[in-house]
């Protein structure tokens, strides 16, 4: 439970978000399945991953994602400009 | 900067694209104004707007409200003005530089613009630049040597770190990858303050993101119920098969 709720803490302070957890009842997690988010492999990263990138001016959004794409040769690639499709 | 979003973490752009925007703009005003004139209009311009989106635009041309959290003037050389705006998503910066133009008398126009914040994700030491990025997959692909490339993907959970968030035990985490909703007993902790409707996050107890969805009860609610239906699940993130599902009785 601790190493979770650290994460997502740690989660919390990213956003700048200031509230308090409530905890309703004692759980544990087997260690036989999942696994703690930074604890990825760069394969599981480029699974379920984002880059903070700093966007060079020239080229458009579209245009930068589909170079990180390429580069990193995973098959989906999305930035926030984005709306998916409903 | 552009947060971009890699393979399954796709799925929790919506909630990037649904949050609030920073931006630095310069704005070039087309004849001097006195400076009390200026920073007056741009007190009228915080808090709720009205916006018809531009003529070129991806949206119905409609008279729509926008919430300006923040406009604040940092320097000011005639004939330009530097701004920071915080504000609601879907805000044209052009055409609210455009509007306070109008409203001064003289006209402006947006010279130049730089997104510094999208939801939780901001300029800081997060940041990675293309060139640092081709650089990592260089040393990832031709070294071996994974570590900078790791330090610069970020795990996608950080994606929905701004969401109030809910933590679901192992046994519920399966059942949810098949789109079920999360039940009560199957909360193991919550964020105080959640409100009926909220957009919320679930995780499981590693820290893991399994799906997004709508609370159905207040925190207070989810406390003192035994049992019942705490959030509707909207959008599966997590991949099946991860977790086991619960074995039959």
């Avoid at chain 1, 439970?1 to 544990?28: P, Y």
Wanted: charged residues 30%; proline residues 4%; aromatic residues 6%.
């Amino acid at each position: 439970m601790s190493e979770g709720l650290n994460f997502l803490e740690k989660l919390d302070g990213f956003a700048g978000i200031d509230r308090r957890w409530i905890q309703i009842k004692e759980a544990e997690t087997s260690p036989n399945y999942g696994k703690h988010p930074e604890e990825r492999t760069i394969n599981e990263l480029m699974k379920l991953g984002v880059i903070n990138l700093d966007k060079p001016p020239g080229p458009t959004s579209h245009e930068v994602t589909s170079w990180i794409k390429k580069m990193l040769g995973v098959g989906k690639a999305g930035h926030a400009g984005t709306l998916e499709p409903a | 900067m552009l947060p971009v979003a890699l393979e399954n973490a796709s799925k929790m752009l919506k909630y990037l694209t649904l949050s609030t925007k920073a931006y630095i703009t310069v704005m070039q005003l087309h004849k001097k104004v006195d400076k009390g004139r200026l920073m007056e209009v741009i007190k009228e311009f915080t808090g709720r707007i009205y916006q018809k989106p531009p003529v070129r635009s991806s949206v119905k041309r409609a008279l729509r409200t926008k919430t300006i959290y923040e406009l604040e003037v940092l320097e000011i050389n005639y004939p330009c003005v530097l701004l920071k705006i915080t504000c609601e998503h879907g805000t044209y910066v052009r055409k609210l530089i455009h509007d306070i133009g109008e409203v001064l008398g003289v006209g402006a126009h947006m010279r130049e613009l730089r997104r510094v914040r999208t939801g939780p994700f901001k300029e800081d030491k997060s940041l990675v630049t293309m060139h640092q990025l081709s650089e990592a997959v260089y040393i990832y692909k031709e070294l071996n040597d994974e570590s900078t490339l790791k330090k610069y993907i970020m795990p996608g959970e950080y994606m929905v770190s701004h969401l109030p968030k809910i933590v679901a035990t192992d046994s519920a985490v399966a059942s949810i990858t098949y789109g079920a909703d999360l039940a009560i007993p199957g909360v193991v902790a919550l964020h105080e303050k959640i409100r009926k409707g909220d957009d919320v996050a679930i995780f499981t107890l590693k820290g893991e993101i399994v799906a997004t969805g709508i609370a159905q009860k207040h925190t207070e609610e989810v406390l003192e119920s035994k049992k019942g239906i705490a959030v509707k699940t909207k959008r599966v993130i997590m991949e099946r098969k991860i977790y086991p599902r619960k074995t039959r009785i």
